[in-house]
């Protein structure tokens, strides 16, 4: 069976670096590559572009899904390489996109130094920025909205996230939000303790506060789907807009909920953002969690715990790293209790590879 959407984590510690594939009638794939994880990821995504055929290097859309060093450290070396300027369309959103009304006078010049590369003022090309939203803020307006992007030959894609609001919210802290992406990530200092898993009821019902930060809160979160396959890449998107996203998606088809075949948890699969209402509304038969937990030990039990026992039908756990806090969800008598799988790289080096096939 032909494969319609494939889908590459790639290793980046505690980042996101996804490359996605879907099938063309002929000729090389439509691609996308989403963020480009921490800094120290992009010797691996070079070595990963270096692969594809000199004549099929073309990427036809780049992601920065939001301003967090683990998501863009990797990015920066990338628009100053070869592959930059091979790209059709870059979608992001940076000053020029966000809102006047919640603006801090001089924001805007904090952080030029850290974006100039992403917003093409840099020395080199000016590189296209949010052509398929006319140039303008990639911005879903309200909580149940969304924008669809068709691409001709390629896959539908529709924006869930961010809204409005998040954006507001951004630009109101874009200041302070520049200043913790150029010092980095803190490191949690507690230590990991793995907790047992034996009741992953008990584990899903203990409670959580919802995310706040306004870096993970503007995010961009996409659906995609290509010949009857569906993916949503959830960036580290909150659960609720997330969430209103796909809700809205569901209303505007007429269904209950917006069944999908792959789901890229938001934010490592941390237990504030993936929320039993957001996996109700868009149950899937693959998840997959992008972190190697080494900072904040990412996954959450609870978020998988919420996984696991929402999604119908024996779903599979996708880790891009297999470490102390993933294997125990491989352990084969919790999978045969609670109906589910894990897998993992078979390449530590290639991170995890989802290929979904074509139905349609």
């Known amino acids: 069976m032909d494969t319609a959407i494939r889908i590459e984590v790639l290793p980046a510690r505690l980042g996101d670096c996804l490359l996605v594939e879907c099938a063309r009638g002929s000729g090389p794939p439509w691609r996308m590559l989403v963020d480009g994880g921490p800094p120290g990821t992009w010797p691996r995504l070079e070595k990963r572009l270096s692969r594809l055929e000199p004549d ?6 780049a992601v920065v899904t939001h301003i967090d ?25 940076g000053p020029p996109h966000l809102p006047a009304e919640g603006r801090v006078e001089g924001s805007v010049a904090q952080g030029e130094s850290l974006v100039a590369a992403l917003l093409g003022v840099s020395a080199g090309p ?68 793995l907790e047992p898993l034996g009741d992953l009821a008990a584990v899903a019902a203990h409670e959580t506060t919802d995310d706040t930060t306004a870096p993970n809160g503007s995010s961009i979160a996409l659906l995609i789907e290509h010949h009857g396959a569906r993916a949503v890449l959830g960036a580290d998107a909150f659960g609720a807009v997330l969430g209103g996203g796909l809700k809205g998606v569901a209303d505007h088809r007429g269904l209950r909920a917006l069944e999908v075949d792959a789901f890229k948890l938001p934010h490592h699969a941390s237990r504030r953002n993936v929320t039993e209402a957001l996996l109700e509304v868009a149950p899937a038969r693959h998840y997959l969690v992008s972190t190697n937990g080494d900072t904040y030990h990412h996954p959450d039990d609870e978020a998988l715990a919420r996984v696991v026992l929402s999604a119908p039908d024996g779903p599979t756990l996708w880790f891009n790293y297999r470490t102390q806090r993933t294997a125990r969800w491989a352990d084969p008598e919790l999978c045969e209790r609670y109906g589910y799988s894990a897998r993992f790289p078979a390449d530590p080096e290639t991170g995890a590879v989802l290929e979904l096939p074509a139905t349609a």
């Open 69 to 93: 060093s683990d998501h863009i450290g990797g990015m920066l070396p990338f628009l100053r390489s070869e592959y930059a300027e091979d790209v059709g369309d870059y979608w992001f959103n």
């Open 126 to 193: 000016v590189l296209p920025w949010n052509r398929a939203f006319g140039g303008g803020p990639i911005d879903t307006g309200d909580e149940f909205g969304f924008i669809e992007v068709p691409v001709p030959d390629g896959p539908h894609i529709t924006v869930l996230s961010p809204t409005n609001e998040r954006l507001v919210m951004l630009e109101r802290e874009w200041s302070e939000t520049i200043d913790h992406a150029r010092r980095g990530w803190q490191a949690d200092m507690r230590p990991d303790v």
């Open 56 to 61: 099929e290097r073309h990427i036809d859309v």
